[in-house]
């Protein structure tokens, strides 16, 4: 008899829910996803199969604008890269009377993480026109989307792909050898600073480079054909000027923040979170190790093992990073770097590795989200002592 009872006043106060949702519609019903677009299941597909250049990002980030301008802004970041391209950022906002909380994703900072661009266009075409993402993840929160924070990087590396490759420092100091080869790996962009004294040199790694302990990892800077090479001061490189103006001007409205990046080395796969420069802890270690390891359960990788969760100075201390930047100036609170695997120089013609990497990658992603919501109990009610997420 009692059980009948409770179920009877859950259902009348759902009945009841409903009915005043109908009578009373929320201010931003007429906003909203499911109102204004073509609502669709994209299932377990990858829609963008082809490593994305700048082209294709601009191109993508442009469709979205146009096609749902009510919910998708796109911003063109300033300066422009020495190679006089510009870093986009799409905007995703499902209610724009309201702020909501935001979720900043930057990824391709690295000029060898080619699929990172992929995976956050895959998230961002989930996030506006799959119907199972849309609730909880798109009509709860505020995206701020950097699919490519290196196009110069990625353009480079991309262009010299059939070339027989060459250790990336002699590559750099051998002007010679240059037409013929490319460098085993590229982690840098391409600058070229007037004044540096040798000439033949070039690029700057963009995640050392920005102005939070700067260098403070080593006692010399390393030179500059260096793959770490973290550019003549803070922020010389025309990438992180724009990405700091571009997360300066966000300010407090970023509750969650994700570096999307790639780990070069198999079956090492890391969800790390600050601080990167230093072995001390931050205030709030125990809740990113909390979220870390709630989503490396959620993400289990496809052979079954999880992704290693910690601090990210406990395998190498590396200062001047984008997430120690949006944790230690920027101040917020959840700040994760997402390092699935990812080879060097993949076959363009075959996209398995691609379609790994962006389910992965997205994956990952979500999970990180439902792990802070988790910890929080939003969205979620308690129903005879078990929590329900809606």
Same mark, same amino acid.
């Given at each position: 008899?009692?059980?009948?009872?409770?179920?009877?006043?859950?259902?009348?106060?759902?009945?009841?829910?409903?009915?005043?949702?109908? #009578?009373? +519609?929320?201010?931003?019903?007429?906003?909203?996803? /499911?109102?204004? &677009? @073509?609502?669709? %299941? =994209?299932?377990?597909?990858?829609?963008?199969?082809?490593?994305?250049?700048?082209?294709?990002?601009?191109?993508?980030?442009?469709?979205?604008?146009?096609?749902?301008?009510?919910?998708?802004?796109?911003?063109?970041?300033?300066?422009?890269?020495?190679?006089?391209?510009?870093?986009?950022?799409?905007?995703?906002?499902?209610?724009?009377?309201?702020?909501?909380?935001?979720?900043?994703?930057?990824?391709?900072?690295?000029?060898?993480?080619?699929?990172?661009?992929?995976?956050?266009?895959?998230?961002?075409?989930?996030?506006?026109?799959?119907?199972?993402?849309?609730?909880?993840?798109?009509?709860?929160?505020?995206?701020?989307?950097?699919?490519?924070?290196?196009?110069?990087?990625?353009?480079?590396?991309?262009?010299?792909?059939?070339?027989?490759? #060459?250790? +990336?420092?002699?590559?750099?100091?051998?002007?010679? /050898?240059?037409? &013929? @080869?490319?460098? %085993? =790996?590229?982690?840098?962009?391409?600058?070229?600073?007037?004044?540096?004294?040798?000439?033949?040199?070039?690029?700057?790694?963009?995640?050392?480079?920005?102005?939070?302990?700067?260098?403070?990892?080593?006692?010399?800077?390393?030179?500059?054909?260096?793959?770490?090479?973290?550019?003549?001061?803070?922020?010389?490189?025309?990438?992180?000027?724009?990405?700091?103006?571009?997360?300066?001007?966000?300010?407090?409205?970023?509750?969650?923040?994700?570096?999307?990046?790639?780990?070069?080395?198999?079956?090492?796969?890391?969800?790390?979170?600050?601080?990167?420069?230093?072995?001390?802890?931050?205030?709030?270690?125990?809740?990113?190790?909390?979220?870390?390891?709630?989503?490396?359960?959620?993400?289990?990788?496809?052979?079954?093992?999880?992704?290693?969760?910690?601090?990210?100075?406990?395998?190498?201390?590396?200062?001047?990073?984008?997430?120690?930047?949006? %944790?230690?100036?920027?101040?917020?609170?959840?700040?994760?770097?997402?390092?699935?695997?990812?080879?060097?120089?993949?076959?363009?013609?075959?996209?398995?590795?691609?379609?790994?990497?962006?389910?992965?990658?997205?994956?990952?992603?979500?999970?990180?989200?439902?792990?802070?919501?988790?910890?929080?109990?939003?969205?979620?009610?308690?129903?005879?002592?078990?929590?329900?997420?809606?």
């Amino acid at each position: 008899m009692l059980l009948q009872i409770k179920v009877y006043l859950i259902a009348t106060s759902y009945f009841l829910g409903a009915l005043f949702m109908i #009578l009373f +519609p929320p201010r931003n019903y007429e906003l909203s996803g /499911a109102k204004i &677009r @073509t609502v669709r %299941s =994209a299932g377990d597909g990858v829609k963008y199969k082809q490593y994305a250049n700048h082209k294709i990002v601009a191109t993508v980030a442009e469709r979205f604008g146009r096609h749902d301008p009510e919910v998708v802004n796109v911003v063109q970041l300033v300066p422009l890269t020495t190679g006089n391209r510009s870093i986009l950022a799409v905007e995703l906002r499902s209610d724009r009377q309201s702020r909501k909380p935001g979720i900043l994703i930057i990824g391709a900072l690295d000029a060898m993480s080619w699929g990172a661009p992929n995976a956050i266009l895959e998230l961002a075409d989930k996030l506006l026109y799959d119907a199972s993402y849309q609730t909880p993840f798109f009509n709860d929160y505020d995206w701020y989307l950097i699919p490519m924070g290196n196009p110069d990087g990625i353009h480079f590396t991309q262009s010299l792909r059939s070339l027989p490759p #060459l250790d +990336p420092y002699e590559w750099a100091r051998n002007d010679t /050898a240059r037409p &013929r @080869t490319r460098p %085993s =790996a590229w982690h840098k962009n391409i600058d070229k600073e007037s004044e540096t004294k040798n000439p033949v040199c070039f690029g700057t790694n963009i995640n050392r480079n920005f102005a939070y302990h700067w260098q403070d990892d080593v006692h010399k800077a390393p030179p500059k054909c260096c793959q770490y090479y973290p550019g003549s001061k803070p922020f010389s490189s025309a990438e992180a000027k724009a990405i700091r103006k571009y997360v300066d001007k966000l300010g407090d409205v970023i509750s969650l923040a994700i570096h999307l990046h790639a780990s070069f080395v198999p079956k090492k796969e890391y969800i790390l979170y600050p601080w990167r420069y230093s072995l001390r802890q931050t205030s709030n270690s125990r809740t990113l190790q909390e979220i870390g390891e709630y989503a490396a359960r959620q993400a289990r990788l496809p052979d079954g093992r999880i992704y290693e969760v910690h601090q990210s100075s406990s395998d190498e201390r590396v200062a001047g990073t984008l997430s120690d930047y949006l %944790s230690g100036v920027v101040g917020i609170d959840l700040v994760f770097l997402i390092k699935p695997y990812h080879a060097l120089y993949p076959n363009e013609t075959d996209n398995s590795e691609l379609v790994v990497y962006v389910k992965k990658a997205v994956s990952t992603i979500l999970s990180v989200v439902r792990g802070w919501r988790s910890s929080t109990k939003q969205n979620t009610l308690s129903f005879f002592g078990i929590d329900v997420e809606f």
